[in-house]
Structures are given as structure tokens and as C-alpha cells.
């Protein structure tokens, strides 16, 4: 019996540690994607953006703004490129790209920073215990911070960036220290319009630090094929049936039976969808394929102003109204 419980104890023993060593190997592979994927520097992804009318004018506006020292924002529907512009804007200075996308859940910690529970307990409320918000670290090391559809955001929260660009200093509350603002940092929002669901008015006191105030539409239609074909990933479809894509999505924005029209990034997600299924068959995307990836992304990509009408019907009766 004594031997047996041995064996017994023995086989768990081992069963432990062959349990034990492929977690520890999982972990560690987690752990080297995680260290691989991580934006630590400056981005270096290449961006694909169509610098062609409103968004050349776009970008030199920004780099004035950038010049003259004054904080800027760009404000248009969703889906525009304004924060693909930002982006590449981030780029061209060579500067890192810090952003938050604002929603109710965005608090002033979330910005500036907040202490590490676990680390509290060993280091206490020090700096070590401290993790640094994507606003505290742009302001330190003079890169691009990007606030993102600004006006969700509380007033409350929107209170932090006063200072920053009135008196060139940030207070850290949990720390209680007040920094000054790196001479190269740049502040950059970003806002749908004000008739959006979801969007608030922003504040005299914080309206009034922002200087440069420059506006995008969806694009026109040679622009916006452009932009398409340069975002299909490799993929080809004839010339034709991308006019048709953006044919459809334009006749969708000009209806006034709709409220949220289709973004430029729509267009793309039919044009990738097409040519993917296309490329499951081996053969050239069609009309159909067209059709087909147009039932699948439209839906959900628009919302009508008679919430009762079902939009999947709509896109259907868009699509027999202009022959597809």
C-alpha cells in the first residue's frame, strides 16, 4: 500500500511540474508578443493616407498650428480620417503619438496617472508605485497627445487640460507636485459634430484654448476612391466596381432618411470583404461580390432616423434602386 501511494505521489509530482513548465513557457511567449507588439517609441508603422484636398490643406493648417504654438482641433463626422491625420501628423514631427478616446468612463486618473495597487504594497505611495497617463507622459517628454471625439468627455475631466494650456503646468494631485509643460509638447483634439448623439458642449474656458479650429467632410468621390484603393491590403478589383462602391455610399449620405451615414472606412470594408470572398472562389470580384459584402458591413454601419425601419431592408432597397 505504502509503495503505492509513493507511485501515486510520484506521478503527481511529475504531473505538477510538466503542468508547471508549459505554463511558465506559455507565459514567457505572452510575454516576449507582448514585448514585441508594444508601442514603446515613435510610431514607424507605415500610415496609408491620401494627402489630396481637405486633408493636404488639413495638414498644413496643423503644421502652422504646430509653428505658431497654438493647440488645434479638427472636427468633422465620424469616419473622416481625423484621427489617421493626427497620426500621420505625429509622425512627420517625429514625436511619440499619445492619445485617449473620451467616453464617460474617461476620469482625470486616467490622463494623468494613478497608483499600482499591488505595487503600493511594497513600495508604498512613491513613484514607484506610480503609472504614468498617456497625458503625463506626452507633457514630459514634449510628444503629440491626441484627444480623441473631446467633446464625450465631462467637463470635469476637460478641467486637467487648462493649465496645460493656459499656465504651461499640470498638477498631479496623487503626487502632489506640480510639473511644467515641455516646451515642444503639442495638443491636438478631435470632436464629431455637435448635432452627434453622445456629444456635449464643450466649455468657454476650454473652447478658448483651442486656437485653430479646422473642419472635414467625407471627401469627394475621386478622393475617396483613392483613399480605398490604397487601403484594399494587396488586393485587386476592377476600377469600375470600386465606383460603384463609392457611388452607393455616397447616394446613402445624400438621404435624408438617413441620420449616421457610412464612414469612408465603410467603403473599404466592402472593397476587402468583395475581394476576399472573390479570392475564395479564385476568380475576379463581380458586382455580386460587391453586393454580397454590401449586405454585410451597411447594415450595421448606418443608423436611419425612423428607428423602426429595419436597416437591413433599406440597404436592400438601395441596392435595387441604383441596379445592384
Known sequence: MDDIISLFFILFLLWFLLISVMLLSEKSDLIERLEKMTITGKDEEKINIVLEGQYKEALEDLMLAYEAKIPAALIGPVGTGKTLLARYFAQKLGKRFYWITFTDLVRPHTLVGYFDPIKVLQYGYTLQSFVFGP???AVLSGDLFFGNEI??????????????????????PQLQRRVKVHEDFYFI???NPSEYKGTRKLSEAFRSRIGVWIHLDYPPRHIELNIIKANILGGEIPEHLLERIVDMINYIRRDSAVEKPPSIRTGIYIAR??????????RKATIEDIKYAALRVLPEAI????????????????LMRIGM
Open 189 to 191: 483634439v478631435a470632436m
Open 273 to 282: 470583404f468583395a475581394i476576399r470572398r472573390a479570392q475564395k472562389y479564385r
Open 151 to 172: 467633446n464625450r468627455a465631462d467637463e470635469y475631466v476637460l478641467n486637467v487640460f487648462l493649465d496645460i494650456l493656459e499656465e504651461k503646468t499640470l498638477e498631479i
Open 303 to 318: 443608423e436611419l432616423s425612423n428607428p423602426e425601419e429595419k436597416t437591413i431592408e433599406y440597404v436592400k432597397n438601395v
Open 135 to 137: 497625458l503625463l507622459k
